[in-house]
Every structure is written in structure tokens, then in C-alpha cells.
Antibody, heavy 120, light 107 residues
């Protein structure tokens, strides 16, 4: 069974930093790309970042580029998101997601999310 | 970036009725469009990929159509568990983008 478990969300002040993690199990983690998607309270989904299976390709959304850094450790089956210079508008639930089982592209598996609150 | 516009924002229907949800892209995304369902307090669930392919374990009452800039998600006969928010998402170009969502509510 594919399992994605996010952690690291908490209350942080504007300008602060936070590191989110996603522990993966039940599939060949090193073969799959990974994504972070977030959702502000009561709002829609916003894609945040992508990393390819070998970390060769990385992409960011415009609102986080230069502040967030995605990384992965294929030996530990883990995905990370280092979030710096946090803003109030970064508040929301952060999901990690990966393709499968039908194709290599669309987000077929999601974690349950971790809540990040940026507030003074 | 490619902007996806979903309509209507809210759809009020009764169980058993047909639901038709629209997603329009600001430029062609070919068939690289997916649909997701999200219920309160839950993560999104993939319903349709590549515009018209049902994901694993998705009931046949869900169908997708379209290509280029105009896409439709149809639920042929609404079951009680189908009342939720639906999002389209394109993977034609970076950044990946989602539409604003359509809420299907009980009339």
C-alpha cells in the first residue's frame, strides 16, 4: 500500500523558516517524481514544487521561487521542503503527492497534509 | 502561466441528476488535463487523467472529455458521495496549475 506521511507543520512567525518532510512507503520511491501542493484555508489547490526521481529536474511555482527549496533522499525514502522567508500567505495545508498507479505524470497518491501557519 | 477557469463555481443538484463541469484553459494544453475530487478534511483524489481516462477504481459514472482549451467532467447520475469540490489541473507546461474549483452541492 502506498503511504505518504507529511510532518513538520507548525506555527511560525513571518520571516521565519520551516522544514517539511514527507515519508514515503509502499512503492519504489527512487523511481517516481514528487510534488508539493498546498491549500490555504477555505481556498483552492496551489502547486508548489516538483522534483524528478533523481533530483535532476526541479521546478517551483512563482510565489515560492527563491524562498523554498525542494529536495529528496532516495536512500531514506523521504521528500523535503525547506521554507524560508515565510509570509502570512504561505499559510495552509501542505500535501506531498506522487504519480501513480495509472501513469507517470498525474498525482494519483497524496498524503494527508501538514498544516503550516504563518502568523505573528 | 496557463490559467484554468472552472465554471460554474457552484452547482446545486439532486442525487440522481447529471452534473456537467467545465474547465477552460488560457492556451492549449493538448490533452494534458486531469480532474480531482476533494471532500472536506481530505486530500484530493485523482478521477480523470489525460482528459478522458478514468483513474484506477473510479466509477464509470465519471467521464471526461475535451482537448486543447475546453474540457468537461460529467457525472452521469450523482451518488450521495459525489457531493464535493472538483478541480481541473494541467501538466502541459510549468508551472503546473489548478483551476479554482467547482463545488457540487445538494439542492
Amino acid at each position: 500500500e502506498v503511504r505518504l506521511v507529511e510532518s513538520g507543520g507548525r506555527l511560525v512567525k513571518p520571516g521565519g523558516s520551516l522544514r517539511l518532510s514527507c515519508a514515503a512507503s509502499g512503492f519504489s520511491f527512487s523511481s517516481y517524481s514528487m510534488n508539493w501542493v498546498r491549500q490555504a484555508p477555505g481556498k483552492g489547490l496551489e502547486w508548489v514544487s516538483y522534483i524528478s526521481s533523481s533530483s535532476s529536474y526541479i521546478h517551483y511555482g512563482d510565489s515560492v521561487r527563491g524562498r523554498f527549496t525542494i529536495s529528496r533522499d532516495n536512500d531514506k525514502n523521504s521528500l523535503n521542503l525547506q521554507m524560508n522567508s515565510l509570509r502570512v500567505e504561505d499559510t495552509g495545508v501542505y500535501y506531498c503527492a506522487t504519480p501513480g498507479p495509472d501513469n507517470w505524470n498525474d498525482l494519483g497518491y497524496w498524503g494527508q497534509g501538514t498544516l503550516v501557519t504563518v502568523s505573528s | 502561466e496557463i490559467v484554468l477557469t472552472q465554471s460554474p463555481p457552484t452547482l446545486s443538484l439532486s442525487p440522481g441528476e447529471r452534473a456537467t463541469l467545465s474547465c477552460r484553459a488560457s492556451q492549449s494544453v493538448s490533452n494534458y488535463l486531469a480532474w480531482y475530487q476533494q471532500k472536506p478534511g481530505q486530500a484530493p483524489r485523482l478521477l480523470i487523467y489525460d482528459a478522458s481516462n478514468r483513474a484506477t477504481d473510479i466509477p464509470a459514472r465519471f467521464s471526461g472529455s475535451g482537448s486543447g482549451t475546453e474540457f468537461t467532467l460529467t457525472i452521469s447520475s450523482l451518488a450521495p458521495e459525489d457531493f464535493a469540490v472538483y478541480y481541473c489541473q494541467q501538466r502541459s507546461d510549468w508551472p503546473l496549475t489548478f483551476g479554482g474549483g467547482t463545488k457540487v452541492e445538494i439542492k
